[in-house]
């Protein structure tokens, strides 16, 4: 394979991390916390889609769209449920929480669904597509078409309607916010819903690729994209879609030419490095205390 | 009577150490009587050991999240550098050590003094960094040496140590014995670690950490927690405070981590991934940040817990995550919480009044 | 003439173009007690920053008994003798409000972490001569009752207080108070000008404070500056500063002639 192979199959695996890393930026951005479960939302969607889909042959266009209810539900009840009274707690408090809704979920899994991988079809047809020399699967195009589309759509969105603005308001300044009349419990509520709905699709496309389908199949690419936002400046949208797309390929290329085994080592030193050059990120701002 | 006096002389820190002290050597006795005794499960006494291990790595985050205030989400990394380093050195020491206890002290040395340099060398860029970028960065660290440590090959040659990274060519004559395999780890370990081996660990960790929190450095790690800013313009050097800490907590996990490894007969470096950081943060939140005796009954508590539901099979994992989302949601209820201030508040000025009658 | 404990020149800091602080001059002298004073935002607070080395100066010098602090940091500027207090209390909530003060000591302390691990009898020593020093600084205050107390259930007048004993446990030459009686009721501020008073007598030290509390101000200070926009508009004693109109107009605006 050529090294342009290498960089297009990255970018598709990017722009899988960057719509996860999208729902962790969005959500840390208003709520400040990290988490944790998002990962776990991505596997649930996937799961959605498979039985959906795959199982009882629905269209998969609706196979996706009901993926995205569900998780969207599942985003907003576990917010009131689990992350609602705990808005006043220190924010360890919040991510231990967000651990056990991540271990909930993924034991939740194994027993409806067992521990025993379920191969997901792709919602694509599994053709490639000749660029004189360089193949690029349908999937992998598609992923990056879906990436682009949802990242055009999501900026518009925040800089545009009245809803976009109270959630930029809200994770500015919660008490002023509420003092302009922004309901701020209902924003919260959306902005989870959104990331939940971001991360079935991000479920979807990641077992598109790679279709091995289990209970855990979202929390390692939960955690590269969580680190993929921090990297892109964590509360930066524009910065979320960055360091998904540039994870991806880093991730992609130590693979084809360093070393497959150390390939996750590579892609948390690289985020080290930028962490010491950049403290919030790339693109992210530095709060500084008053004195 | 004169020793009751003196007890009651004592702030409620000094008593609460000596309250923790007492309670770990009694349940070391107690349990050491059990296992004696033979009144005790094969099973049960098997986890006798994680069980000290795990209570020596959550009393060592505690010093990072708790004192120091910084959250570690990469202690794992530590343990498993303390592992290795510790296992290791006890089967390189079996053919001309003969005395298993002692062999078990230096691999534990060992293990806590490597743990200590890789803690020492992560933390000068780490803890320039604040808050959850500090957090994902230890996150970071404690993935990378599960990586590197699953492709590191060592063995022993004549006397000599071999060392490669990513391939098991170590060019050994044929006496030379492999004993760190890359992703499979090490095997036939001889499983010397004992009780008494992690009590005393225990012990000692116990004792480093209230007496390095009852002194100066404790002070200002403490203050650098509260306020930095403050604890700079009192003359504070909030790096070199932080280090000291984080030096010793990775120290900490180091040993836990030799203690651990020889307590198994096989050991691979994909155990200490984030999930066991995670567990182990999971120990010291629901024990209380900074409180040490609630660190070793969380550790004990919740490293029993998913056996003692092994008669709910499927469901055990499944409970243990409601439980901990109940923990946190009882214990940070508003109403609970207002009660538990109201009551602290009720004691601050009643040593208030006190304070000021005896002024007079 | 007493020494100079203080001594800027042409002090400044651009903040995003912006002079928060322009051209400070100022002279503070062993044994005085001098003002800066200002309508809200004037700088004050950044010259206290600057002084201590929070921000780095722009421009300007700031020497302190006769040498420069350039090139130091704000934790050595501590051990050369600066201290200060927050307008904006910053304690360290969760010690005792002995441990905060003995906290302060720490740089004239000398035990190592293996002495305090191993409880060595230098460790005993140098911690109950801490102990007794920091009690003996809180009965400046009558605090020495509260010693066992952990500072962040400290009523806010107390908290404030506090934050002057924990600033003289270092041994300072020149004390920064930014806003000492800031929330304080007329009673307790002027006791607490009483007590800044007998501070000054009994270390003899240079106090430099930010005050909006005109009776404090005008009652205890030596000298007074006043600063507005980034920019000292008057310089003198209380009484002169009183009857400058410079200054009247900064604080009441312009009168308009009618």
């Known amino acids: 394979?050529?090294?342009?192979?290498?960089?297009?199959?990255?970018?598709?695996?990017?722009?899988?991390?960057?719509?996860?890393?999208?729902?962790?930026?969005?959500?840390?951005?208003?709520?400040?916390?990290?988490?944790?479960?998002?990962?776990?939302?991505?596997?649930?969607?996937?799961?959605?889609?498979?039985?959906?889909?795959?199982?009882?042959?629905?269209?998969?266009?609706?196979?996706?769209?009901?993926?995205?209810?569900?998780c969207t539900c599942l985003g907003?009840?576990?917010?009131?449920?689990?992350?609602?009274?705990?808005?006043?707690?220190?924010?360890?408090?919040?991510?231990?929480?967000?651990?056990?809704?991540?271990?909930?979920?993924?034991?939740?899994?194994?027993?409806?669904?067992?521990?025993?991988?379920?191969?997901?079809?792709?919602?694509?047809p599994n053709k490639s597509l000749d660029l004189g020399g360089l193949t690029v699967s349908y999937i992998t195009l598609f992923t990056i078409a879906?990436?682009?589309?949802?990242?055009?759509?999501?900026?518009?969105?925040?800089?545009?309607?009245?809803?976009?603005?109270?959630?930029?308001?809200?994770?500015?300044?919660?008490?002023?916010?509420?003092?302009?009349?922004?309901?701020?419990?209902?924003?919260?509520?959306?902005?989870?819903?959104?990331?939940?709905?971001?991360?079935?699709?991000?479920?979807?496309?990641?077992?598109?690729a790679y279709p091995n389908l289990t209970p855990t199949t979202g929390?390692?690419?939960?955690?590269?994209?969580?680190?993929?936002?921090?990297?892109?400046?964590?509360?930066?949208?524009?910065?979320?879609?960055?360091?998904?797309?540039?994870?991806?390929?880093i991730e992609n290329l130590a693979k084809a030419y360093i070393s497959t085994q150390i390939s996750d080592a590579i892609v948390f030193g690289v985020l080290i490095i930028v962490l010491l050059v950049k403290p919030a990120g790339l693109l992210g701002k530095r709060a500084q205390e008053k004195v | 009577m004169r020793a009751m006096n003196k007890l009651k002389g004592l702030n409620r820190t000094a008593r609460k150490n000596y309250l923790t002290y007492a309670l770990v050597i009694a349940a070391y006795i107690i349990l050491e009587a059990m296992m004696r005794g033979g009144g005790?499960?094969?099973?049960?006494?098997?986890?006798?050991?994680?069980?000290?291990?795990?209570?020596?790595?959550?009393?060592?985050?505690?010093?990072?999240?708790?004192?120091?205030?910084?959250?570690?989400?990469?202690?794992?990394?530590?343990?498993?550098v303390g592992a290795f380093c510790g296992t290791a050195a006890t089967m390189c020491l079996r053919d001309s050590m003969p005395s298993a206890g002692l062999r078990l002290f230096i691999g534990i040395v060992i293990g806590a003094v490597a743990a200590a340099i890789i803690g020492f060398l992560i933390g000068i860029p780490v803890l320039r960094l604040r808050g959850d970028y500090l957090a994902i960065v230890t996150l970071a660290f404690g993935e990378i040496i599960k990586s590197l440590v699953g492709n590191v090959y060592m063995g022993i040659d004549q006397g000599h140590l071999k060392f490669s990274m990513f391939t098991n060519?170590?060019?050994?004559?044929?006496?030379?014995?492999?004993?760190?395999?890359?992703?499979?780890?090490?095997?036939?370990?001889?499983?010397?670690?004992?009780?008494?081996?992690?009590?005393?660990?225990?012990?000692?960790?116990?004792?480093?950490?209230?007496?390095?929190?009852?002194?100066?450095?404790g002070r200002a790690i403490m203050a650098i927690r509260d306020n930095y800013i403050a604890a700079e313009s009192i003359g504070i050097?909030?790096?070199?405070?932080?280090?000291?800490?984080?030096?010793?907590?990775?120290?900490?996990?180091?040993?836990?981590?030799?203690?651990?490894?020889?307590?198994?007969?096989?050991?691979?470096?994909?155990?200490?991934?984030?999930?066991?950081?995670?567990?182990?943060?999971?120990?010291?939140?629901?024990?209380?940040?900074?409180?040490?005796?609630?660190?070793?009954?969380?550790?004990?508590?919740?490293?029993?817990?998913?056996?003692?539901?092994?008669?709910?099979?499927?469901?055990?994992?499944?409970?243990?995550?409601?439980?901990?989302?109940?923990?946190?949601?009882?214990?940070?209820?508003?109403?609970?919480?207002?009660i538990l201030k109201n009551i602290a508040e009720k004691r601050t000025a009643k040593q208030l009044a006190k304070g000021g009658a005896s002024d007079e | 003439m007493s020494n100079v404990v203080l001594k800027c020149e042409n002090l400044g800091i651009v903040f995003g173009g912006l002079a928060a602080v322009n051209d400070f001059d100022i002279e503070v002298h062993e044994r005085e007690i001098a003002g800066l004073i200002g309508p809200n935002g004037a700088g004050k607070t950044t010259?206290?920053?600057?002084?201590?080395?929070?921000?780095?100066?722009?421009?300007?010098?700031?020497?302190?008994?006769?040498?420069?602090?350039?090139?130091?940091?704000?934790?050595?500027?501590?051990?050369?003798?600066?201290?200060?207090?927050?307008?904006?209390?910053?304690?360290?909530?969760?010690?005792?409000?002995?441990?905060?003060?003995?906290?302060?000591?720490?740089?004239?302390?000398?035990?190592?972490?293996?002495?305090?691990?191993?409880?060595?009898?230098?460790?005993?020593?140098?911690?109950?001569?801490?102990?007794?020093k920091a009690l003996e600084l809180l009965s400046i205050f009558d605090m020495q009752g509260m010693a066992d107390v952990r500072a962040g259930s400290l009523p806010y007048g107390a908290q404030r207080r506090l934050e002057i004993v924990r600033a003289l446990a270092t041994e300072p030459s020149l004390l920064l108070l930014d806003e000492p009686a800031a929330g304080m009721n007329p009673a307790e501020t002027a006791e607490l000008m009483e007590n800044i008073g007998r501070i000054r007598d009994r270390f003899g030290i240079a106090i430099l404070l930010i005050e909006h509390d005109m009776s404090l101000v005008m009652g205890i200070c030596d000298n007074i500056t006043v600063l507005n926009f980034g920019q000292v508009i008057a310089r003198g004693t209380p009484a002169e500063i009183q009857s400058n109109p410079v200054v009247i107009e900064a604080y009441l605006g312009k009168h308009k002639e009618g």
């Not at chain 2, 050991?49 to 985050?61: E, G, R």
Request: aromatic share 10%; charged share 10%.
């Open chain 1, 1 to 70: 394979m050529s090294f342009l192979n290498y960089l297009v199959s990255g970018l598709s695996l990017g722009s899988v991390y960057a719509i996860i890393a999208l729902g962790y930026t969005m959500v840390y951005g208003i709520a400040k916390m990290l988490n944790f479960a998002h990962g776990d939302v991505i596997m649930v969607g996937a799961y959605v889609c498979f039985f959906a889909f795959t199982r009882y042959g629905l269209n998969p266009f609706i196979s996706v769209i009901l993926a995205m209810l569900v």
């Open chain 1, 76 to 124: 907003i009840v576990i917010e009131k449920l689990a992350y609602k009274p705990l808005r006043a707690a220190p924010s360890l408090a919040v991510l231990i929480t967000a651990i056990g809704v991540s271990y909930l979920l993924q034991n939740l899994a194994l027993l409806f669904w067992s521990s025993n991988p379920k191969v997901f079809n792709s919602i694509i």
């Open chain 1, 146 to 208: 879906v990436c682009i589309v949802i990242m055009i759509v999501l900026t518009t969105f925040i800089n545009k309607t009245k809803l976009g603005k109270a959630m930029r308001a809200v994770s500015e300044d919660k008490g002023a916010a509420q003092l302009m009349g922004i309901d701020v419990n209902t924003t919260i509520s959306v902005t989870f819903a959104i990331g939940s709905g971001l991360a079935a699709i991000a479920g979807v496309l990641l077992c598109s």
């Open chain 1, 219 to 249: 929390s390692m690419p939960g955690i590269k994209a969580f680190t993929a936002a921090v990297f892109g400046g964590i509360g930066s949208i524009p910065g979320a879609f960055l360091g998904g797309l540039m994870l991806g390929v």
């Open chain 2, 40 to 80: 005790m499960k094969a099973a049960t006494k098997g986890m006798l050991v994680p069980i000290c291990a795990y209570i020596v790595m959550a009393l060592s985050l505690n010093l990072t999240v708790g004192v120091m205030g910084e959250l570690s989400l990469g202690h794992a990394g530590f343990m498993s």
């Open chain 2, 169 to 217: 060519e170590l060019n050994m004559s044929p006496e030379g014995k492999i004993i760190i395999e890359g992703a499979m780890g090490i095997r036939s370990i001889p499983k010397i670690a004992t009780f008494t081996a992690g009590f005393i660990l225990i012990m000692i960790s116990l004792v480093v950490i209230f007496h390095m929190v009852g002194s100066r450095t």
């Open chain 2, 237 to 338: 050097p909030a790096f070199k405070y932080k280090i000291t800490a984080f030096t010793i907590s990775a120290a900490m996990a180091g040993a836990a981590g030799a203690l651990f490894g020889n307590n198994y007969s096989s050991l691979i470096a994909s155990k200490f991934n984030i999930d066991t950081s995670i567990l182990v943060l999971v120990f010291v939140v629901l024990g209380g940040q900074g409180n040490m005796l609630g660190s070793i009954i969380a550790a004990a508590a919740l490293t029993i817990l998913p056996e003692a539901l092994r008669g709910f099979a499927d469901y055990r994992m499944l409970m243990y995550a409601v439980i901990l989302i109940a923990v946190m949601l009882i214990s940070n209820n508003a109403k609970i919480k207002d």
């Open chain 3, 47 to 132: 010259v206290f920053n600057l002084l201590t080395k929070v921000y780095e100066p722009t421009s300007g010098e700031i020497f302190l008994n006769g040498e420069s602090t350039a090139k130091k940091t704000t934790v050595q500027l501590s051990k050369a003798g600066i201290a200060r207090t927050f307008q904006n209390i910053r304690l360290f909530s969760k010690l005792t409000v002995a441990e905060n003060v003995m906290t302060a000591m720490n740089q004239s302390m000398k035990y190592s972490l293996l002495e305090a691990v191993l409880r060595l009898p230098r460790y005993w020593k140098e911690e109950k001569e801490a102990r007794e």
